[in-house]
């Protein structure tokens, strides 16, 4: 067999191992398994690609020069990855898979303007100009153009995600529509122009450039509720723009991986905007409109009962079956440890105690799952939001703890509210609510809550780790 | 570019794979991917999506293999500096995400008291 069909194997084998890795992913200890066996193949790959012909003849000519640059820029990598991936706190995990999401787009970008490079220069000696309307020229401008968008969009995501402060409101300027049709234009007119012009490397770059700009035009007005939407569908774009690079190079296991990691991300965006009633549409190009007729006024004067801890406390105490929820507010005030030694408390006095985790509550789909698991609450006592809702009717107490549009009747019982429509988690009927916030300021929806004003609910307003740990001294 | 190995057979017999027949080639190998995608990762569990989201993250760093091969052919400066380039952030990406995801699985492992 000659060399090459030996790298195609092992190609194929890194392919078996990353597909039998997401096999793996459907239950929590075979997924560490798959993580593993992905990990496998990608170092399979990885070396398959050093003994490609390109760096084998460049080796057989001038030396191991190039095998040592090679190792170079991969050490570095692995280094700032490894640190990166180390020593960020796990809260800051949906920024920081963005981050990484990103850079695995630009390399894409850079893989197809040094092919395109190489070729040009290539061309220039002949001197023939590229065939225009190639597989290689259409691949090339779309890998450009995804790639770019990509990075600079999980750019954008990352500010947004850490709260930077010019990140961290929606961008609402009225122009911002003309602007991206501009630049969708200019996208469109600069793609067709690399397609049909491949020896100028000026047009892609400014393809890129565009491109830049697109992706961050593209996020900057998306509000953080609806990031994780925003976080799956530029995982997803990563992987096609890996594809499309596989086009350009002719590389099969670029191919397949990318088309894995795409079907991926489009299917958990797909998950997201149904959990949230919304079309992909409306969450990329919509923003939500205050549309709702109800002001905050209306909704909460003279009906918000406030509590302290010790009457809650009384509360708990003869409940038998508590209901918390968690949203957001939960991981920024990394009140998760203080909720397992409430829900200890609560179970030693013989009471159940059950996590309701709505799909889009956090950054990113399954945050809350994640930041529970690292408070280490067994996943048995997480349910679904289908799973859980039919058994609110019958549950003494829900604890709210820093969620607010996912438990927002008004989903259900107004038709013009911003978040009409979207499935939430129906706490109402439960007998007792306790809201833990800080104050009665809106979630990103931007819109009042008559959770909180309803007769058989009580507001904590406290700061969300303080707050629990009094509630589990008050138990005691 | 280099031929494969169906390209170099035919390529023996007098017979180059022309460029429409590579492209379905390659095209066939995207959609079953894709399906293949859609198929198995339906089936991931809610609770799993966000170390499904993190592994695929660090599977989208494949595109380091295309980097390796155009920074090792070293052809020109310029294309080399970008392959360089790319495959520091294709390795950061690939690095990243598996420890990324090892790290949140840890957490869904039963604690052995």
Redesign the interface.
């Given at each position: 067999m000659s060399s090459q069909a030996w790298i195609n194997l092992a190609y194929l084998a890194a392919s078996m191992l990353f597909i039998v890795a997401f096999k793996l992913m459907t239950g929590p200890r075979t997924a560490v398994k798959g993580n593993y066996l992905g990990a496998a193949g990608m170092a399979v790959a990885l070396l398959a690609a050093c003994c490609e012909s390109p760096v084998v003849t460049r080796l057989a000519s001038h030396g191991t020069g190039n095998l040592v640059m090679l190792g170079i820029a991969g050490v570095i990598g692995a280094v700032i990855g490894a640190t990166m991936a180390l020593k960020y706190p796990m809260t800051g995990m949906p920024q920081m898979v963005a981050l990484l999401n990103g850079f695995g787009g630009a390399a894409s970008t850079l893989v197809a303007g040094a092919e395109l490079w190489n070729a040009t220069a290539a061309a220039r000696v002949a001197p023939t100009p590229l065939p225009a309307w190639t597989q290689f020229a259409i691949a090339t401008a779309l890998t450009g153009l995804i790639g770019a968008v990509t990075f600079w969009g999980s750019l954008v995501a990352f500010a947004k995600l850490e709260e930077l402060p010019r990140f961290k409101q929606a961008w609402t300027d009225p122009n911002r529509h003309s602007i991206n049709l501009g630049l969708a234009v200019a996208t469109l007119l600069l793609v067709w122009g690399v397609c049909a012009n491949p020896s100028s490397n000026l047009l892609y770059w400014l393809l890129v450039i565009v491109g830049s700009a697109l992706g961050c035009t593209l996020t900057m007005p998306i509000g953080g509720a609806d990031m994780p939407v925003v976080i799956c569908l530029l995982n997803s774009y990563s992987g096609l723009a890996a594809a499309a690079a596989g086009f350009v190079i002719d590389n099969a296991v670029l191919v397949i991986a990318g088309s894995l990691v795409g079907a991926s991300g489009l299917i958990l965006t797909a998950i997201m905007c149904q959990a949230m009633n919304r079309s992909l549409a409306g969450v990329l190009f919509g923003g939500l409109g205050t549309t709702t007729a109800a002001s905050a006024d209306d909704v909460y004067a003279g009906k918000v009962k406030s509590a302290s801890a010790e009457e809650i406390a009384m509360l708990l105490e003869e409940a038998d079956r508590v209901v918390i929820v968690p949203g957001y507010g939960l991981a920024v005030a990394q009140a998760q440890h203080a909720v397992r030694e409430l829900a200890a408390a609560l179970e030693k006095r013989g009471a159940t105690v059950e996590y309701a985790i709505h799909p889009v509550a956090g950054r990113m789909p399954g945050h809350m799952n994640v930041l529970l698991a690292e408070a280490d609450i067994p996943y048995e006592k997480l349910r679904e939001m289908d799973d859980i809702n039919p058994t609110f009717p019958e549950t003494d107490v829900v604890i709210v703890i820093g969620a607010n549009d996912v438990v927002n009747p008004a989903a259900r019982t107004d038709p013009t509210s911003p978040i009409a429509g979207m499935p939430i988690l129906d706490v109402d009927k439960a007998k007792r609510v306790v809201v833990v916030k800080r104050s009665l300021s809106p979630g990103f929806a931007g819109i009042p809550n008559p959770l909180f004003a309803a007769d058989n609910t009580l507001m904590y307003f406290a700061d969300g780790k303080k707050a629990i740990l009094d509630l589990t001294s008050a138990l005691r | 570019?280099?031929?494969?190995?169906l390209a170099?057979l035919l390529a023996d017999v007098g017979l180059p794979e022309d460029?429409a027949a590579?492209?379905i080639r390659?095209l066939t190998?995207?959609l079953l991917?894709?399906w293949?995608?859609?198929e198995?990762?339906?089936?991931?569990?809610?609770?799993?999506?966000?170390?499904?989201?993190?592994?695929?993250?660090?599977?989208?760093?494949?595109?380091?293999?295309?980097?390796?091969?155009?920074?090792?052919?070293?052809?020109?400066r310029?294309?080399?500096l970008?392959?360089?380039?790319?495959?520091?952030?294709?390795?950061?990406?690939?690095?990243?995400?598996?420890?990324?995801?090892?790290?949140?699985?840890?957490?869904?492992?039963?604690?052995r008291k």
């Open positions: - | 570019m280099h031929l494969s190995p170099a460029p590579r492209f390659l190998v995207f991917a894709m293949v995608g859609f198995v990762i339906t089936k991931v569990p809610q609770r799993l999506h966000t170390p499904l989201t993190s592994g695929s993250n660090a599977i989208s760093g494949i595109t380091a293999v295309g980097a390796i091969v155009v920074a090792g052919a070293m052809a020109t310029f294309g080399t970008l392959g360089f380039l790319a495959v520091v952030l294709a390795m950061i990406n690939v690095v990243g995400g598996f420890v990324v995801t090892h790290r949140m699985l840890e957490m869904f492992q039963p604690k």
